[in-house]
């Protein structure tokens, strides 16, 4: 099935209250956030979504494809299904080495040479996480960062899947913005739930969660993808920062006023 949008019809939030946005729509190549409070509803969304809602979950919730209930081949044939969801709690449960793993993958969705998709997909899954991934490890032995990075990789590229779920990657370790450009270019619908300011705002726009409702649609505008960059800049400092406690350094506060540099940067975002 040739993919072009999703669509949410409203449902209720947790006491009864209607979502206050009848439908969402979300079409190919969007990329959305899903924010709000912990316990807003925000992993319940993405389930419903994940589950093709059909009024048959506590929110009552209806996910159209194409304006249209979906195939139940989607559910029923894994093969056929067009989500690929990284839940916020996702391990690997084999203890196959990665390249062997990837390779299975590879050969069951044929899409074409099996040992180059691998390579293609390692190299993407490194550009997302901070520590390459050694092809001989065992998949059980990755670090979070590592794990969630070869999961978007398998996604994206073997599995090929037009609809990405995430919820929350912000914990993992991955290069945030990196992540989003290189996800930029390929054609799909990514759908972030996410509590990091730079996912949020690099996205086209953003679905706010309230007592298990949807409350709100925010469309990026330009004023706030302009503040991305100052905002990038104060998380490659604390990104620096981590690093530099990690590797057992001393931390100065002169030297993080140097990196802010705190005269050009003042009109921005500081003060
Ligand atoms: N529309 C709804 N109807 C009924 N129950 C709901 C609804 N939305 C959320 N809930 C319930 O509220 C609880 C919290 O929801 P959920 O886990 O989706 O929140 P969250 O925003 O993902 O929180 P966190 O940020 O902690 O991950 C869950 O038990 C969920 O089943
Ligand atoms: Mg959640």
Redesign the pocket.
Known sequence: VDIKKITIKK????NGEIDKIDYVEINMGDIVSIV????????????DIALFAYQNT????TILINDDIPSSDFICDPSKNPIAYIT?HTNFLSDLPVQSFLMIHADIRKTGNSQSIVEETLDFANQLTGESINPESQMTELSGGQTRSLLIADAVIIGNSPIILL??IENAGIHRTKALDLLRNYKKIFIF?T?DPRITLLSDFRII?E???INKLIITDNLEKKAVSYISRLDDILLDLRSKIRAGDIIRYEYILDMLNFNQIKEGVLL
């Open positions: 449902g209720l939030g947790k709000g409070p912990t316990g807003s509803g925000k992993t319940t969304l993405i389930n506590p929110t009552n919730r916020q919820d929350e739930v509590h969660m007592n298990g409702a």
